[in-house]
C-alpha cells in the first residue's frame, strides 16, 4: 500500500511539474509584460490595448526559441543553468521538470529506435528497454555474438538507466511507438501502452 501511495505521488508530480512549471512561468512573464506595456502605452493613448501582453509575450517565446537555437544563444542558456543549478530547491525542481521535458523531445525519440522487451535484472523477469543502436565491433569481436545496445531506463524520470548489451536474438521487440515507452516509464506503469508482440526481428 504504501510502495502503491508512493508511485502515485511521484507520478502525479512526474505529470504535474512540467505542466505546473509552464503555466506559472507563462502567467508571470505575461504579468509582467502587460504590465510594463499598459505602462508604456498609458503615455501615448489613454485607451487600453486589449491581447496587447499576450502578443508581446508570444514574441518573446518566439524570440527565445531563435536564440536557443544558435550558438551565442545556447552558450547564454549554458550560463542560465549553471547560475539556477547553484541555487538549493529551485535546481531540483528546473532539473526535474527540464529532464521530463526532454524526455519527450523529437532528440530522445530519434535516440530511442525502437522499444523493446529485455530479461533484467535477472533470468524471467522483463524490463521495457529502448534500442540504442548495434554494438561495435570490439564488443561483438569479444563475445562472438551480434550484441545490441539497450537502455532500460530508470524510472518515472528516464533520463538515466542501465546500458545493456544484449544479444540481439534474446530481446523481444515490440509493435510499439517511442512515445508510447516513455509513457509508460514516466507514470510508472499506470498508463498501459496498447503493445503489439513483434517477432525476434527489429522493424
Same mark, same amino acid.
Do not use: C
Given at each position: 500500500?504504501?510502495?502503491?501511495?508512493?508511485?502515485?505521488?511521484?507520478?502525479?508530480?512526474?505529470?504535474?511539474?512540467? *505542466?505546473?512549471?509552464?503555466?506559472? @512561468?507563462?502567467?508571470?512573464?505575461? $504579468?509582467?509584460?502587460?504590465?510594463? *506595456?499598459?505602462?508604456?502605452?498609458?503615455?501615448?493613448?489613454?485607451?487600453?490595448?486589449?491581447?496587447?501582453?499576450?502578443? %508581446?509575450?508570444?514574441? %518573446?517565446?518566439?524570440?527565445?526559441?531563435?536564440?536557443?537555437?544558435?550558438? %551565442?544563444?545556447?552558450?547564454?542558456?549554458?550560463?542560465?543553468?549553471?547560475? @539556477?543549478?547553484? %541555487?538549493?530547491?529551485?535546481?531540483?525542481?528546473?532539473?526535474? *521538470?527540464?529532464?521530463?521535458?526532454?524526455?519527450?523531445?523529437?532528440?530522445?525519440?530519434?535516440?530511442?529506435?525502437?522499444? @523493446?522487451? @529485455?530479461?533484467?535484472?535477472?533470468?524471467?523477469?522483463?524490463?521495457?528497454?529502448?534500442?540504442?543502436?548495434?554494438?561495435?565491433? $570490439?564488443?561483438?569481436?569479444?563475445?562472438?555474438?551480434?550484441?545490441?545496445?539497450?537502455?532500460?531506463?530508470?524510472?518515472?524520470?528516464?533520463?538515466?538507466?542501465?546500458?545493456?548489451?544484449?544479444?540481439?536474438?534474446?530481446?523481444?521487440?515490440?509493435?510499439?511507438?517511442?512515445?508510447?515507452?516513455?509513457?509508460?516509464?514516466? $507514470?510508472?506503469?499506470?498508463?498501459?501502452? $496498447?503493445?503489439?508482440?513483434?517477432?525476434?526481428? *527489429?522493424?
Amino acid at each position: 500500500m504504501k510502495r502503491n501511495l508512493r508511485n502515485y505521488l511521484l507520478t502525479g508530480v512526474a505529470v504535474l511539474l512540467p *505542466a505546473a512549471a509552464t503555466i506559472f @512561468v507563462l502567467w508571470k512573464l505575461f $504579468s509582467l509584460v502587460d504590465g510594463f *506595456a499598459g505602462k508604456l502605452v498609458s503615455y501615448f493613448t489613454p485607451y487600453r490595448i486589449p491581447g496587447l501582453g499576450v502578443v %508581446i509575450t508570444v514574441l %518573446i517565446i518566439l524570440l527565445v526559441g531563435v536564440l536557443a537555437t544558435n550558438v %551565442i544563444g545556447k552558450r547564454l542558456l549554458a550560463y542560465w543553468e549553471a547560475l @539556477v543549478f547553484r %541555487i538549493p530547491l529551485v535546481n531540483t525542481i528546473y532539473r526535474t *521538470a527540464k529532464e521530463i521535458v526532454d524526455t519527450f523531445s523529437e532528440e530522445r525519440k530519434q535516440v530511442f529506435r525502437q522499444v @523493446v522487451l @529485455v530479461e533484467f535484472p535477472r533470468r524471467g523477469s522483463w524490463a521495457v528497454g529502448f534500442l540504442v543502436g548495434e554494438a561495435g565491433e $570490439s564488443f561483438r569481436g569479444a563475445t562472438g555474438r551480434e550484441l545490441v545496445k539497450v537502455l532500460v531506463p530508470h524510472v518515472p524520470v528516464p533520463m538515466s538507466g542501465f546500458l545493456l548489451l544484449v544479444p540481439k536474438e534474446e530481446i523481444i521487440f515490440l509493435d510499439l511507438p517511442v512515445e508510447e515507452g516513455l509513457r509508460f516509464i514516466v $507514470s510508472t506503469g499506470i498508463i498501459e501502452p $496498447s503493445s503489439k508482440r513483434g517477432g525476434n526481428n *527489429a522493424s
